[in-house]
């Protein structure tokens, strides 16, 4: 689930530049994820305080719809077979580069991360 939701530190700062989308998940600063609706009573991790924590997915669609911004994530194949990860950040309106990555990233993820975190500089 990690490669799908927020870490916390992306979460909080998400959520400090106005990010209210609903959110499938709730994250603890511990970085346990608590999925909406499958909470008990509260014990062990359970006891910190939560925050949304969003799809990556839905933070690429809010940087789209409410900023702007357009992430491009991109494999490249190198010689020896080996998948690397770069990534571009555009404006939508005349689409502008904003920002690239080279890395390599050798993680689409660790590529969408960075390229999220650039994005939020911008706003």
């Known amino acids: ?23 499938l998940a709730t994250i603890d600063q511990t970085e346990f994820i608590h999925i909406n609706g499958t909470r008990q009573s509260p014990r062990g991790s359970m006891m910190y305080d939560t925050i949304p924590c969003p799809l990556y997915q839905q933070v690429t669609d809010w940087l789209r719809d409410e900023h ?12 020896d077979n080996t998948i690397t990860y770069e990534y571009t950040n555009y404006t939508d ?5 904003i920002d690239h990555g080279d890395g390599p990233y050798e993680d689409y993820y660790d590529a969408l991360k960075a390229s999220i975190k650039s994005a939020l500089s911008c706003i």
């Open 1 to 23: 689930m990690n490669k799908l939701f927020t870490e916390y530190k992306l979460a909080l700062a998400l959520s400090e530049l106005g990010f209210s989308l609903r959110c």
């Open 68 to 79: 702007g911004i357009i992430i491009v994530v991109m494999p490249f194949l190198l010689e």
């Open 93 to 97: 309106k005349d689409q502008n580069e």
